[in-house]
């Protein structure tokens, strides 16, 4: 865990001082939800300390998986890893409790008035409108007149319909 802080920690200050968007796919919020989860500290005054010490993202995209969901992948990639990986793996109740961590850390985040997304991918539909919101708050921290261009620009977008079988 200490190599990967250093790293992002390297990265991040790469992206900090460029003109760029960039996106951190787990960064430091997740690393602070990883450490809270293993060490057993995950109230929200030390989830609170954590990440005032991290650096602050513009925006925290929080993607909600449903727990079932959730669960079902981690059944189904335990079931195809080696017998010599699942030693090491934690186990599906250990990955489950997560869920409960980065609620504290999606509450604390909240009370910060911190910038967070909540994306919740249940289907197609609920995927492709979290899709939009995250792209819609990047503009906005960009530009005060692209989030209106960009909606405009969805609405004139055909809607598209799959067709079943035995329709023409």
């Keep these: 865990?200490?190599?990967?802080?250093?790293?992002?920690?390297s990265c991040?200050?790469?992206?900090?001082k460029s003109?760029?968007?960039?996106i951190f796919d787990q960064g430091f919020?997740?690393?602070?939800?990883?450490l809270a989860m293993f060490n057993g500290a995950a109230d929200d005054e030390s989830i609170a300390q954590a990440l005032h010490f991290a650096p602050q993202a513009d925006l925290v995209v929080r993607v909600a998986v449903?727990?079932?969901?959730?669960?079902?992948?981690?059944?189904?990639?335990?079931?195809?890893?080696?017998?010599a990986e699942r030693l090491f793996e934690v186990d599906v109740a250990g990955n489950m409790n997560s869920f409960q961590v980065f609620d504290n850390i999606g509450d604390v985040l909240s009370r910060a008035h911190r910038s967070i997304v909540s994306v919740q991918p249940v289907d197609p539909q609920s995927t492709f409108?979290?899709?939009?919101?995250?792209?819609?708050?990047?503009?906005?921290r960009l530009s005060p007149?692209?989030?209106?261009?960009i909606k405009?620009?969805?609405?004139?977008?055909p809607i598209r319909r799959r067709h079943r079988k035995n329709e023409v």
């Excluded at 991040?12 to 900090?16: D, G, H």
């Excluded at 003109?19 to 960039?22: A, G, K, N, P, V």
């Excluded at 007149?145 to 261009?149: D, E, S």
């Design 29 to 34: 919020v997740q690393a602070v939800g990883s």
């Design 145 to 149: 007149i692209a989030v209106p261009v």
């Design 12 to 16: 991040w200050e790469q992206a900090r």
């Design 19 to 22: 003109t760029d968007i960039t």
């Design 66 to 83: 449903p727990r079932d969901d959730v669960e079902a992948r981690l059944h189904a990639r335990m079931m195809s890893e080696p017998a």
């Design 129 to 140: 409108r979290g899709l939009c919101r995250v792209e819609e708050e990047i503009l906005a």
């Design 152 to 157: 405009k620009r969805r609405s004139e977008l």
């Design 1 to 9: 865990m200490w190599q990967y802080m250093v790293r992002l920690s």
